[in-house]
T-cell receptor, first 117, second 114 residues
């Protein structure tokens, strides 16, 4: 079965500094990987996805993620953090269920990002 | 095009009562997923439905929980005889048929069991 791991419960970064939120995955076959952001008392918002193609994926709000097959990682990055980026970030992988070919999504436990002014 | 709608946004129930959570997917979306988020935890998959069919309910407790997505109307997640451990945020997501890689989330229903 597919899985994702987010090794950091919380990441603190100063405003204006680059940020990285880590995600590693375990899949059989080619991975479909996603990042979502959740603001307080809100649903999840899609940031970006990797399906195929360039290893560097650009998404919403200036975020990008780098797919690294050898390290089985899909870290989320932003060159210059904003206080408004403070939120809960989830990495996810699409799981293909057996022979039925149905899809569900496996989420990591989330990383809380705090950007300090 | 309205996004995924969930209601109610907040639901308070006493132990033993029933909770009914509704999800209206985005227009044209025929696939719906339900997730549960316990406090300070990530999202856990519960059930995946298409119109009139349950495709995968492997994440849903065998007892007290049920889900449906009728031909007309919203998807319903039903929890019978709620217990305090059911207190959580329940999120619905929908996607288009044939577009497996992107799902859109609703704002969630926060269930509190007293």
């Amino acid at each position: 079965a597919q899985s994702v791991a987010q090794p950091e419960d919380q990441v603190n970064v100063a405003e204006g500094n680059p940020l990285t939120v880590k995600c590693t995955y375990s899949v059989s076959g080619n991975p479909y990987l996603f990042w979502y952001v959740q603001y307080p008392n809100r649903g999840l918002q899609f940031l970006l996805k990797y399906i195929t193609g360039d290893n560097l994926v650009k998404g919403s709000y200036g975020f990008e993620a780098e797919f690294n097959k050898s390290q089985t990682s899909f870290h989320l990055k932003k060159p210059s953090a904003l206080v408004s980026d403070s939120a809960l970030y989830f990495c996810a992988v699409r799981d293909i269920e057996g022979t039925s070919g149905t899809y569900k999504y496996i989420f990591g436990t989330g990383t809380r990002l705090k950007v300090l002014a | 095009n309205a996004g995924v709608m969930q209601n109610p946004r907040h639901l308070v129930r006493r132990r033993g009562q029933e909770a009914r959570l509704r999800c209206s997917p985005m227009k044209g979306h025929s696939h719906v997923y339900w997730y549960r988020q316990l406090p300070e935890e990530g999202l856990k998959f519960m059930v995946y439905l298409q119109k009139e069919n349950i495709i995968d309910e492997s994440g849903m407790p065998k007892e007290r929980f049920s889900a449906e997505f009728p031909k007309e109307g919203p998807s319903i997640l039903r929890i019978q005889q709620v217990v305090r451990g059911d207190s959580a945020a329940y999120f619905c997501a929908s996607r288009l048929a044939g577009v497996e890689y992107e799902q859109f989330f609703g704002p969630g229903t926060r269930l509190t069991v007293l």
